[in-house]
């Protein structure tokens, strides 16, 4: 029987960590860390970072919020798909943190740029494991969305299909970007220059403005990665679901997809709401203007559907755009060609690119929107921004996808339309745009938001019930 005391040695585990990852899952697993600190707890993270400037595979000890991370530096130096979720150096690595750090339990958030041994490592350990479903990605390895290369949504797991998107899936370094990287961390580890930066904006700039188009692989190609593909989902299941004590699922869309297509067990994975840290979202006074005022907050990339967004926003009669204004926030640096078209489309159409919002302005970020408007393009599941326009009082109109779905009831924190309609968005923005008595009339309680509060001794109650 595992032994806990009341203040417990949790290790949590992710992709990426505050500040250099921010997206949700990131942020969402800093706020939890740094809510278990507070309660008394001892807090260690497990995470990957990439930093060309370090050898690879080296470690790095840093603090944030209390926590103490202990990251992995994986620059992608891959030799085939296979490391790319079984890694046997990351998972003695790993190892070697469980037998130093000793926790008392051990909570996964993602896998991504880690290994699938790494779940092993811990069950060999004897430790309560937990593994929190953000999304797809032990069922898919093109960042767990489900989305072809070609942009079509993947309704089942076919593996044939899988053969002809990972072909086009980047997942290692090239030869050049290898010898790139060793000679940079080479400059570092004599003169302690770091060029990583410059390299860094080079490879940016020589990305933008390429244009990226699926084509279909050669057969032989396509035929190679679906076998891939099918061994690595037959893995995930044979080898990760076995060792988690606990998998916890933010939307009963994901819940029902693993208990459908994996056949895990229903005491074994539970549907549990939640978003991040929402302290502060509701003490600013939201403002007001005579023009409606919508938005878009996110990483600026395909599947989030910025580009939907502006399509829409051209169908709308230029006199009704005239009643309002469409901002559009987020990193720039995921996909530069992509962004430099969203840019061309927003001047085109009077929107404005703004950048990426800091953790601490979004809450006057959204206490200055009318409408934000969420038009993904994937099944995305508990996205934080959706908790964060709750907490703020900011309506949603959003994509009836996945978890988004479940999150907006119409009428009840915002409104829904069509996923990946521009025409079905550009009438629901001319709607509210023409009469915004709706606005209202809107219910702008969160249907079944969590707070977070409760959440974090959910989740601690999780971890005792393991004992």
């Not at 919020?65 to 992995?72: D, P, Q, S």
């Not at 593996?159 to 050049?176: D, E, I, N, V, Y």
């Not at 299941?237 to 895990?264: G, K």
């Not at 229903?266 to 600013?284: C, H, Q, V, Y």
Request: hydrophobic share 45%; glycine share 8%.
């Amino acid at each position: 029987m595992f032994a806990l005391r009341d203040d417990m040695k949790v290790l949590l585990v992710s992709h990426r960590f505050p500040p250099e990852g921010t997206a949700g899952v990131e942020t969402y697993t800093a706020d939890l860390g740094a809510a278990l600190v507070r309660s008394g707890h001892e807090v260690h993270a497990f995470a990957a970072a990439k930093d060309i400037g370090r050898p690879d595979l080296s470690t790095r000890e840093r603090e944030h919020r209390g926590i103490a991370v202990h990251e992995l530096i994986n620059n992608l130096f891959h030799d085939d798909f296979r490391q790319t979720w079984d890694h046997p150096r990351i998972d003695r690595i790993f190892e070697e943190a469980l037998a130093r750090l000793a926790p008392d339990v051990v909570h996964f958030q993602h896998l991504l740029y880690l290994s699938a041994g790494c779940v092993e490592a811990a069950r060999r350990s004897r430790l309560p494991v937990l593994f929190t479903l953000h999304d797809y990605w032990l069922q898919c390895p093109r960042f767990g969305q489900l989305v072809h290369a070609d942009g079509g949504l993947c309704e089942t797991i076919d593996f044939a299909r899988c053969g002809t998107c990972l072909p086009s899936f980047k997942f290692a370094q090239s030869p050049t970007q290898r010898r790139v990287g060793s000679a940079i961390a080479g400059v570092r580890s004599a003169t302690g220059i770091d060029l990583a930066p410059l390299a860094r904006s080079a490879a940016r700039g020589a990305q933008k403005g390429a244009e990226r188009t699926w084509t279909a692989p050669a057969p032989e190609d396509a035929a190679a990665m679906a076998l891939a593909a099918e061994e690595r989902a037959r893995a995930m299941r044979e080898r990760v679901v076995p060792c988690v004590d606990l998998f916890i699922a933010p939307s009963r869309f994901l819940r029902e997809r693993f208990l459908r297509e994996w056949q895990v067990p229903g005491e074994k994975i539970e549907l549990m709401r939640f978003g991040g840290n929402l302290e502060g979202f509701s003490a600013l006074p939201r403002t007001h203007s005579t023009e409606l005022r919508v938005a878009f907050v996110g990483s600026l990339i395909a599947v989030k559907g910025p580009h939907l967004l502006l399509e829409a926003w051209g169908r709308i009669t230029p006199e009704l755009r005239a009643q309002g204004s469409l901002v559009l926030h987020g990193p720039a640096q995921h996909e530069p060609d992509y962004v430099a078209r969203l840019e061309l489309k927003a001047r085109e159409v009077g929107a404005r690119l703004a950048g990426r919002l800091e953790r601490r302005e979004m809450p006057g970020a959204l206490a200055s929107i009318d409408l934000l408007v969420v038009p993904s393009l994937w099944f995305e599941n508990a996205p934080l921004v959706i908790f964060e326009a709750f907490a703020a009082g900011t309506p949603l109109l959003v994509s009836d996808l996945g978890g988004m779905a479940e999150l907006i009831e119409e009428g009840r924190g915002g409104w829904r339309f069509r996923a990946g309609d521009a025409d079905d968005l550009a009438r629901r923005l001319s709607a509210l745009l023409a009469d915004r008595s709706p606005f209202d009339s809107l219910d702008r309680a969160a249907a079944g938001a969590p707070n977070f509060d409760e959440h974090v001794a959910q989740v601690e109650a999780r971890y005792r019930a393991l004992t």
